[in-house]
């Protein structure tokens, strides 16, 4: 209840599409009595959750920010969320993204832009100069980063304890960042697809947003593991594991990739880059340079890659079987066209444009296949490094902290995309797990995140490493006003709001 | 152009043509068939597989594209197609793949299909089938079609356009149903080659049980490459036929389509690389509503789909779950016998002629009907083949009924032959029985030759008695009687005499 009178008062955040108020307090009524008669379902029983909303929820309109969808109410439930659910999760609300997961602000999608929510903290605040007097105070606002930007807010902004994203080119990693959360991109193929509305098939994950690295290891638990109805799982079995608290890094190997200087990282973020690597250093573990050489590359080869299975993907909205339908009905050609026009914003007709382009039967060769090789070679530079005896790799996650959004919309999303998504998109490209952790508080009071990139299904490792940075950092809690009234003493007490230690 | 239909006038104009012609034509005739897989579920998702259900009632969320929905791979599918390749002597590709062929239609809900365009499970094969020389069926020769490949691909939906409300309806039950794609290079010459080989394929198929094939219900359906050439000179433009509902039809469009494009060419004119549906009632074939010229299919590896892997009894991994695997070899022990080899099993055991054979095996069940007659009877086989052939089989196709709808059971046409071997009825009696026996009035051979006194006299003294009363009613004529053991034997006009002269019993 706290949370949902929380969601109220931070509308304007504008982070939640949908709010699933009578649903969510059935669900947390059923998990009290679970818990009277000592029969939870799970660590997860009663936890509330966020999902974003490209993730079909059964009974729970999902609409991947577009007009194509909106009002779409999916028969079925993802299967990331029918396993939330099993374990007693409370479904809050489905988040708001960026239009079918394309973008990096969260800023294009029909129901509006997400804020930022430390754009209203009082670290930022005090750091911010007001440029004048009649300028409207609210006209500051910073972005979240995209596209999971609404599950990132949610989480930040103490709305609910995890939530649910999705990463294809760094959309869980770089909001993350920008919001001051753990933000956890898995292994391609650990965790089931089946249910999330797919921007780019081959590169596609569940994400998961929390305030800690333990609490994104029990989500882990609850979402990993093979499933049928997605043939690109893994057939292994996954076990899930807690995280042991790292006291010897001396035997770990940390490498610092030189390509991820790239153009435009801010000078902050590079000094931060550096500090963290000292850290390491200075603990005992190996540090050394490494290369991965066609990073660089990765930003066409992403473009071109994303944009032909977008067009494949998108194929399907036609207005036939359900979503938004045109009243243009002199033939079906035409009732297509002005059901796809209406329905799908400038972002979403471009790649789409683009990606029939390389498909088309001349261009194949030259750019998807080209492409693919490409994206072989980034993959490769991966293997190369991590079986020299690197261990986990460690860069930024963003080029800068949050920018305000009025800053931001001044490029189109294009280009904003492919600046962004440099620092996160080769990790979707090999496939690898990546996680960003909040380091610390930008010049601007920004929270600032790095990201470490670890081996194939090697989770524990990476997390394991991962939470031993986050308790080096301390990274401060967000200082919200609207937190604080809801609050009655329980989060001011906790540096890291975990669930774990919140259930009471 | 389309009184060509007509069969007569058809062969009076291809005299013609090949009379005036300048040059020899050499027709070429390759195949494009999508048989439907006989399987519980679709291809990619567990809705049911059903000919005729109530519109949209076997459509699972995958098959009507609700987005984030995920194809998951029919195991039996894989199945039925590597059982065919092995039957068309095909190489079965080990690592198979799966592409996306896009293009937007209302009985396509993703907007795409999903097939095997670059490396399909099944290659390099080939097909015999057999013709007869004549119409008589009794000159038959055998020619071989090369298979190019098997795919496994998605079937659409259908798409029923009603132009009066002007709108299209659309049935989702047959979107997704797993087709296997058998494409026959152009080795054929014409409607005949054409018909034969698609007929062979589908006993195969039956044979199998990978298809049911039945062409009227939609299961196994045909397309057409044709194209004409000068002997020595490249290929000449091809046409693809569509829209041919049974194998008779397939042979009339075919020959059809390769005379429109003779005389096309003869007058000057040139051949479209076009796609064009056979009209059945006309006879004829007519270009298609032009689609939107040619197509870019902007064909993508499924992504949703990793490598079909297949083994064989070398390369299985020992500790891999047989549930998850398919073992080409374990189909191939599993086979069972094709049309070809229990044709020649039946001409090897029974003593009959190939052309016998084929006919045995054309229709359902008349195999087992014949075998079932041969258990039950000392007639041999080489004389109950023609009471099958040329008494049950003309009845039942008179009557259009299956063997299996036939009123006469191979126990009673037993009983009948039994009688005819033991002498105890005429061959001309015994076919009055039969036509008796067909009536389906339940009454057996024994009653029925009671009931018309049809039995052979057997007594000696009465034989003689009967020839004696005939004798006697010549006048001035010479009679010569042989007369032996078991019966008389007289000349053929004294024979037609004493015949009548007894009701319906043969002398």
């Known amino acids: ?504 | 152009l389309c009184l060509w239909g007509h069969p007569y006038l058809n062969s009076i104009f291809l005299l013609f043509f090949f009379f005036f012609s300048l040059t020899p034509w050499v027709p070429v005739v390759g195949l494009e068939i999508h048989a439907q897989i006989s399987s519980n579920s679709k291809l990619f998702s567990g809705s049911q597989v059903q000919f005729a259900a109530p519109p949209n009632s076997l459509v699972s969320f995958f098959d009507a594209s609700l987005p984030g929905t995920l194809p998951v791979l029919n195991r039996r599918c894989v199945e039925a197609a590597v059982m065919t390749g092995l039957a068309l002597n095909c190489s079965i590709n080990k690592k198979s793949l799966f592409d996306r062929k896009h293009y937007f239609y209302a009985d396509l809900p993703a907007g795409y299909q999903i097939t095997q365009q670059r490396v399909p499970i099944a290659v390099n094969g080939s097909l015999s089938y057999s013709l007869c020389i004549d119409n008589k069926m009794s000159q038959m020769v055998t020619k071989t079609v090369r298979i190019k490949q098997i795919q496994l691909e998605q079937d659409s939906g259908k798409s029923l356009h009603d132009d009066v409300r002007s709108q299209t309806l659309v049935d989702l039950n047959r979107a997704g149903v797993g087709l296997m794609e058998v494409v026959m290079e152009p080795d054929m010459c014409c409607g005949e080659e054409a018909a034969a080989a698609v007929r062979e394929l589908q006993l195969i198929l039956q044979t199998l049980g990978s298809s049911q094939a039945v062409m009227a219900e939609g299961q196994l359906r045909v397309d057409a490459n044709v194209s004409v050439h000068h002997p020595g000179e490249p290929y000449g433009v091809r046409t693809e036929v569509k829209n041919i509902n049974s194998i008779r039809f397939l042979a009339k469009a075919v020959d059809y389509e390769i005379e429109r494009q003779i005389e096309e060419l003869e007058s000057g004119g040139t051949i479209l690389n076009e796609t064009r549906a056979f009209d059945s009632k006309l006879g004829c074939t007519v270009p298609m509503r032009d689609k939107e010229g040619k197509q870019d299919y902007r064909f993508m590896p499924e992504p949703n789909l990793p490598p079909l892997i297949l083994y064989n009894a070398r390369s299985l991994p020992a500790n891999m779950n047989h549930q998850q695997v398919v073992n080409i070899d374990w189909i191939h022990e599993r086979l069972p016998d094709l049309p070809s080899v229990k044709r020649a099993k039946l001409v090897e055991q029974y003593g009959i002629l190939p052309e016998h054979s084929f006919t045995l095996l054309n229709e359902a069940g008349l195999t087992e009907f014949f075998e079932d007659v041969i258990k039950q009877t000392q007639m041999k086989p080489k004389k109950v083949i023609g009471w099958i052939l040329n008494d049950l089989l003309s009845y039942l196709k008179q009557h259009s009924l299956t063997v299996k709808e036939s009123p006469v059971s191979s126990f009673l046409l037993a009983d009948l032959l039994n009688r005819l071997e033991k002498k105890e009825i005429s061959s001309t009696a015994a076919k009055q029985v039969f036509a008796e026996l067909w009536k389906g009035e339940g009454k057996t051979p024994l009653e029925i030759v009671k009931e018309k006194k049809l039995q052979l006299i057997q007594d000696q003294e009465d034989l003689e008695r009967i020839c004696q009363a005939v004798i006697d009613g010549q006048e001035n004529e010479v009679i010569i009687c042989q007369c032996r053991k078991d019966g008389v034997l007289a000349l053929p006009h004294l024979l037609g005499r004493t015949r009548s002269s007894l009701p319906g019993s043969l002398v």
Not at chain 1, 32 to 58: C, S
Not at chain 1, 87 to 108: I, P, R, W, Y
Not at chain 1, 207 to 220: E, F, H, K, M, S
């Open chain 1, 1 to 504: 209840q706290r949370c949902l009178s929380l969601i109220k008062s931070t509308k304007f955040l504008n982070a939640y599409i949908t709010v699933a108020e009578e649903t969510a307090l059935k669900q947390a009524e059923e998990s009290e009595k679970r818990y009277k008669r000592g029969q939870p379902l799970g660590v997860l029983d009663g936890i509330p959750i966020a999902v974003k909303d490209n993730f079909n929820t059964a009974g729970i309109e999902t609409t991947c920010a577009s007009n194509m969808l909106k009002g779409y109410i999916s028969p079925y439930n993802a299967t990331v969320v029918q396993k939330l659910l099993d374990q007693g999760a409370v479904l809050l609300g489905k988040t708001n993204l960026d239009e079918f997961a394309m973008g990096s602000g969260s800023t294009d999608g029909v129901f509006g832009p997400v804020r930022n929510p430390w754009s209203y903290s009082r670290q930022y605040k005090e750091k911010s100069v007001p440029k004048s007097h009649s300028e409207d105070k609210d006209s500051n606002w910073v972005i979240t980063g995209g596209s999971s930007g609404g599950s990132a807010a949610a989480v930040s902004s103490f709305t609910c304890f995890a939530a649910l994203g999705s990463d294809t080119g760094g959309s869980t990693r770089n909001p993350a960042a920008h919001c001051g959360v753990v933000g956890l991109k898995p292994t391609y193929g650990l965790i089931s697809r089946h249910g999330l509305i797919p921007l780019v098939n081959s590169m596609d994950v569940p994400g998961i947003l929390t305030r800690c690295v333990d609490d994104a290891a029990v989500v882990l638990g609850s979402l990993a593991g093979h499933d049928p109805k997605d043939s690109t799982t893994i057939q292994d079995n996954f076990k899930p594991f807690e995280l042991s608290d790292l006291t010897d890094v001396s035997k770990l190997s940390i490498g610092i990739p030189k390509e991820y200087h790239a153009p435009g990282l801010s000078s902050e973020i590079l000094a931060l880059w550096s500090k963290a690597a000292d850290l390491f250093k200075n603990a005992g573990a190996k540090v050394i340079e490494v290369s991965l050489p066609h990073t660089r590359y990765s930003i066409v080869c992403y473009h071109v890659l994303c944009t032909a299975e977008v067009a494949s993907n998108m194929a399907r909205f036609d207005g036939l079987e359900y979503g938004h339908r045109s009243d243009m009905n002199k033939s079906t050609e035409s009732m297509y066209a002005a059901t796809r026009r209406e329905g799908f914003n400038d972002v979403v007709r471009g790649r789409i444009l683009s990606g029939n382009y390389f498909l088309l039967k001349q261009n194949y060769e030259n750019y998807f296949i080209k492409a693919q090789k490409v994206r072989r070679l980034i993959a490769n530079d991966f293997v190369k490094v991590f079986g020299s005896g690197v261990d986990i790799l460690l860069t930024p996650t963003t080029l800068s902290d949050a920018i305000p959004y009025m800053e931001f919309i001044k490029e189109d999303n294009r280009t904003r995309s492919a600046q962004d998504d440099i620092l996160t998109q080769a990790a979707n490209m090999a496939g690898l797990p990546a996680i960003n952790v909040p380091t610390a508080l930008s010049e601007r009071g920004l929270p600032v995140g790095l990201q470490f990139i670890g081996r194939s299904f090697q989770e524990k490792q990476l997390l394991t490493v991962a939470k031993w940075f986050e308790k080096q950092v301390k990274f401060p809690m967000i200082q919200l006003d609207e937190v604080k009234r809801h609050d009655h003493g329980v989060f001011q007490h906790q540096k890291s709001a975990s669930f774990l230690e919140h259930r009471t």
